[in-house]
DNA sequence: TTGATTTACTAAAACGATTTACTGTGCCGG
DNA sequence: CCGGCACAGTAAATCGTTTTAGTAAATCAA
């Protein structure tokens, strides 16, 4: 029950090999097959239903028609949806993804990368970590495109697409501002990357400009793999202090274990206590009351990140790099 | 800049092509290759950071240290979470996984089939769908191991790893029996699989069971990709009818749909009306009042899908096919 | 001492495609 | 009638491995 070769179908055409690849490659025209020739492979070849052997196509060409997708964590919905979207616009483009979690580790990110090296994928989508630097530069040299997204490693010289952090946060600490709130407490992630430091520094920008005083003590950063109880133990911390009025969560999913903290401590959302959320989540829709978030437009991103790479596919000389900062949008609820 | 290849390594270690693949499989013993150069060729391979190229090897084997994952939508957190921890067990025996979402689209199931399939990749592990059942067949007639898991295709002899689906319904619907409700709705989809049926009946026959009276305008079927408005429409005509006072949703995103529409009508989850929803999600957890559901183990899913392949994979002869159905949990918060 | 076995290693085929460099014909212009 | 070119197609090299079927030398048994 082996599959087809090319060969079974040259043999059965009573054509060369080189014929029914030209065939297959729709190099025939040019080839200049005679259109009968052409007709009986492609009939031999829908009626014996023969798929080539893109592995062995790959070995012979270096490429693959694959994207490679490298995340953070699947199971987080930013990375999920996005991820969705992505797939879906390059399945219409010819292009198949496949992807793989980092889980943030340094080795695993490094491992993916070489798998998909070894797979010869087409290009990269890598949402990256500190320290793949080295890596990533590897693929650049190789000229393969790589597109760097929701993070940027400014060192590197590459084409990245992201939202507007700085912006996004400075806003939704306004916000909390204009609501009058005094003590904004931001609660964040210790993973040292463009993307948190720059939701961190529109929250200080922030708290400056409208001369509030800034303290360290309302910046907590939860370590990124910190089990959940120890992540919950701080929040219960933060919230049990009584000055703290107003919350900026950095992530959804600290976001959503801060709800979980504050529906265990029984603590209400009100007009003494609010909190904005970051990358919106089913649940903060559906939390009672509702939760303001700041949203990054994923359809936008993955449009944008789908259209570098076509570009840099199709072109045959390097594209210079772009930097495209596409702004998060604050959304108010209730 | 060109990518170092078996033959460099050869040429560099003054020996042939074949002594160092032995060397790279582990082979070098048993074809007695000596211990110096043993040494002298891993030594090179280290220095030179040579990566033996995985599509060659994949061409000439015709296997590939890959398992194809394809379920039905990524961004549902149920999937999202399941491919998660398979992916974890997998890496930690050496294995890849790479997955695609179906969208519950025969077509591009089977593309994913043939794209897994040309891409040699080693298992499936599928989350099936009704008219795919053929492009499976093939996979078992080539001796590829296949597990099916969620849902089953019974008419195909394979293995599967899905959840008492028939149980858990029937026992959600038994606790709003005991909490007297009378009226009990089951909000489901309308996709074809086994998984969805079961959760059908066993609402059946609970409701039976009890000497309820069975109604079908109390079980609201809605299309698998109906625009969100018209599921909202539908779902508000069922909570506006007065005599309803539990709704079981068969799926979780049906059930954050449920719960969007009743915030929007505003009508309250209190001791007149209930719900249950499946599979989990932060939400219901985190909802007010939290949202009872049926928990599928999914660790316990994960692991036995893994074990089931690795089997499959280690053993040289076809091991008899395995349906494992692990419990679901009804989880009753509040 | 000799034939068999073991040790240490290698040449070359194979996997299934793509692609380069050909070959032979027929036709056309001058 | 001959050189050149378009046409129709093919042989063979190639991608980078694994693996089969060796070989030559060393060792061993009798």
Redesign the interface.
């Known amino acids: 029950?082996k599959a087809l070769s090319i060969k079974d179908i040259a043999l059965k055409a009573n054509v060369s090999i080189t014929t029914v690849s030209f065939i297959i490659n729709g190099k025939a025209k040019e080839k200049s097959i005679s259109d009968a020739v052409i007709k009986k492979v492609q009939q031999i070849i829908i009626d014996s239903g023969y798929?080539?052997?893109?592995?062995?196509r790959?070995?012979r060409t270096g490429n693959s028609n694959i994207i490679g997708l490298i995340i953070e964590?699947?199971?987080n919905?930013f990375f999920?949806?996005i991820?969705?979207l992505i797939?879906d616009k390059a399945?219409k483009k010819g292009y198949?993804?496949?992807?793989?979690?980092t889980e943030n580790n340094v080795e695993?990110a490094q491992e993916l990368i070489?798998?998909f090296?070894?797979?010869?994928v087409d290009a990269y989508i890598i949402s990256p970590i500190k320290g793949i630097e080295e890596d990533i530069q590897i693929l650049l040299?190789?000229n393969k495109p790589v597109i760097l997204f929701d993070r940027n490693l400014p060192e590197l010289n590459t084409n990245y697409v992201g939202a507007n952090h700085f912006v996004a946060s400075y806003q939704a600490v306004e916000s909390f501002i204009k609501q009058g709130k005094r003590n904004i407490a931001l609660v964040t992630t210790d993973i040292d990357v463009q993307q948190i430091v720059e939701r961190y520094e529109g929250y200080k920008k922030a708290i400056i400009d409208y001369a509030l005083p800034y303290s360290e003590d309302l910046v907590l950063k939860i370590p990124f793999n910190q089990k959940e109880e120890s992540t919950a133990k701080e929040l219960k911390q933060l919230f049990k202090n009584k000055d703290v009025d107003a919350v900026l969560f950095a992530t959804n999913y600290l976001a959503?274990s801060g709800?979980?903290v504050l529906?265990q401590i029984d603590k209400k959302l009100d007009e003494n206590f609010a909190v904005i959320g970051y990358d919106d989540?089913?649940?903060f829709?559906?939390?009672?009351p509702s939760i303001s978030t700041i949203q990054q437009p994923l359809e936008e991103i993955a449009e944008t990140i789908i259209k570098l790479i076509l570009n840099q596919l199709s072109s045959k000389t390097k594209l210079p790099d772009q930097q495209i900062i596409i702004p998060a949008k604050l959304i108010l609820r209730n």
Chains 1, 2 share one sequence.
Do not use: G, V
């Open positions: 029950m798929k080539p052997n893109q592995i062995a790959s070995l964590d699947i199971s919905s999920s949806r991820a969705r797939e399945y198949k993804i496949i992807y793989s979690s695993k070489n798998l090296k070894s797979r010869k040299n190789e959503i709800l979980k529906k989540h089913e649940a829709e559906l939390h009672t």
